[in-house]
């Protein structure tokens, strides 16, 4: 028994890089990760926490991790959202979250599976290029309906049809899921308002596939090469994300693949950009005390943490109140890192906690650049039966620039039975 | 002795093998070294992190590490100066620390590091005690190591307090912390020599089990820690995660649990 657990102990540690293994020997130990862990906060077992997670992970790899705390260890490891905020706070710096990530695809190479949960979504996504199982021909649709209900000033160009330097790759949440796909819409919209030169992929987008890398799935190395690959050969100068998990996945993830990364910008960032240069011209005002939610994809992950606020800030009519945990220290919403897949009622509590911090600073609104966030807070505010509103950062421009692509009209019409 | 740092060097080799099961990554061509020196310098020498965090943890850990630090130098200080001057190298240094007119010297810099060392884990230990939190989460090993820890320092000092005993008082005085563990009443060198042997045996004794210890327990960090803050350091100008431009709005957030 001793020995089958070295064996498999050797094969974790050899899906593990050397910095990586030497970083489970220098741990300290000090708790500063259990004091700001959310998931921790709401899940109060010592094995959520990064000192508990790196200490079963050195026994694991050593050998040594009695049985009992096996199972344990292996539930701790998924119900992580991989946020980051360990990394942040740990005096050591150990890169926990890149940690966990590649701890998850060893584990798998070594005979543990995902939990159910992830293995569902990880085999949609490789079969059907989205985690919703949806036909790829459906990708685009919401480009179509948005031009035929009237949303669109211009019918959105296919990249194919129209090679321009700049593509909105619109990630596979605002392109199937019917509540998000009002951030597809608006993001096109508020692109031509600057009249920039954009088309979409439609078909052609893929997924981005960096829910492979946070659940551990081996493949995404091919993957990523294949896209990074596609990108390449078409030759673009600048891919606008709306998600942040996208930006992650493509900024980041795809650092070591693509030198390409570099080009792609979230929509925030190139928001920003366009009101500095005087393109977006804001009409209304739109009065409401408002606290922004920093993406842990975008902020702690990307380090873009000014350009979404003064997005906010150029909004007349908008006031910025911050909350007690913002920048590096936002605290997780629960929708990244495949944690929802496992374990929904933690990211359910965990958004709740955010959406109680973000009502305790008085705002009206709470507001955030990622729409997986933005799905995230929702749940939040169902569980904690709060009256906060949740809005993408689009709403607020749209507002003012062209309310007629609000939230609420997009939504309708595209779910009208002609769209 | 010699056992004990074999058989910690036999532990680290076999750490050393552990973690090279490991696959190496790609070194990233792209490096600022200077960049690199200034956040290690401010990460590892003034613990920057810590202090942003809290201001009780920064002050006890810097105890710890400066004393540790200072009675691991002070005697390889001492060793380079003899046999510097035992070679007629130079004669300055050692005749200023080590003779006489400097012993004094290294007797106030070793009381004091000891001083620091020893503050820093009562501090520490009250810390555990007082702070639930901390409790919770602490296991019985750290309190074990904490528990040596404070043996090794203290019983360094009764040996010290001993040793004051035999040698003048205007020398003594400068063991000023190891004076406190004098005994009042004078003693010739035949009635301390039990205690002295005693001492020394215990003082030992803690020593080579910490040194033995030292691999396996989390100490392993102020050996793994400067290492692992210098390979993300020399990456930290492609990776912008170790929040050298936020430092500012970093210091306004403290951890929750101070």
Known sequence: ?419 | MTLSLLYMAFAFFRKWQGWSRGFSEPVSEERDFRRAVKIWLAEVLLHRQLYALSFSRWLIHILIFYGFIGLAVLPGVAFVLRSSGYLAISDTFPRFYIHPQGYVMMKVWGDSFGLMLLLGLVLAGIRRIVQREAKQSSNQMDALLLALLLSVALSGFALEGLRCSLVPAEIARYSYVARLFTPREAHALVQLQPWLTACWTVHFLLVATLLGYLPHSKLMHSLLAPVIIAVNAAEEHTREDLYWPEMKKYRATRSPRD
């Open chain 1, 1 to 419: 028994m001793a020995r089958d657990e070295k064996i498999q102990g050797n094969k974790i540690a050899a899906g593990l890089t050397r910095r990586q293994l030497t970083e489970l020997n220098a741990c300290a130990r000090c708790g500063e990760c259990q004091a700001w862990c959310p998931v921790y906060a709401q899940d109060r077992r010592e094995s959520i926490t990064a000192r508990g997670k790196l200490h079963s992970l050195r026994r694991l790899v050593e050998g040594s991790l009695p049985e009992a705390e096996r199972e344990d260890f292996i539930k701790s490891l998924y119900e992580c959202s991989a946020c980051g905020q360990c990394h942040v706070v740990c005096p050591v710096r150990i890169n926990t979250h890149d940690l966990w990530e590649q701890a998850r695809m060893s584990l798998v190479n070594a005979g543990i599976p995902q939990p159910e949960g992830q293995i569902k979504q990880l085999s949609a996504i490789k079969e059907f290029n989205n985690p919703f199982g949806k036909p790829q021909a459906e990708r685009s649709r919401w480009a179509r309906s948005a031009w035929e209900a009237g949303l669109l000033k211009s019918p959105l160009r296919l990249w194919h049809e129209r090679q321009t330097p700049v593509v909105y790759f619109a990630g596979c949440m605002a392109s199937f899921e019917p509540s998000l796909q009002p951030v597809a819409v608006q993001t096109a919209r508020l692109l031509q308002e600057a009249g920039v030169d954009f088309s979409i992929l439609g078909e052609d987008e893929p997924c981005c596939m960096s829910k492979l890398r946070r659940m551990g799935d081996g493949a995404f190395s091919d993957e990523a090469r294949k896209r990074a690959d596609q990108f390449t050969r078409m030759g673009i100068d600048t891919v606008i994300v709306s998600c942040a998990g996208c930006f992650k996945g493509f900024h980041s993830d795809y650092a070591r693949l693509w030198p390409g990364a570099q080009k792609v910008v979230h929509l925030s960032q190139y928001l920003d950009q366009l009101i500095l240069e005087g393109r977006l011209r804001f009409r209304r005002e739109t009065p409401l005390l408002v606290t922004y939610h920093d993406p842990c994809h975008l902020g702690r992950h990307n380090q873009v943490y000014d350009q979404p606020r003064r997005v906010l800030r150029s909004v007349p009519g908008i006031d910025l109140v911050e909350m007690p945990r913002h920048r590096a220290f936002s605290s997780c919403c629960g929708m990244g890192g495949g944690l929802k897949a496992v374990s929904p009622e933690i990211q359910h509590k965990m958004a709740a906690a955010r959406i109680r911090e973000a009502e305790a600073t008085g705002a009206e609104a709470i507001v955030t650049p990622c729409q997986t966030c933005y799905q995230g807070l929702l749940n939040g505010t169902k569980e904690a039966a709060s009256g906060m509103k949740v809005y993408h950062l689009n709403e607020l421009l749209v507002r003012s620039i062209c309310p007629e692509v609000a939230h609420d009209a997009v939504e309708a019409a595209l779910a009208s039975p002609g769209a």
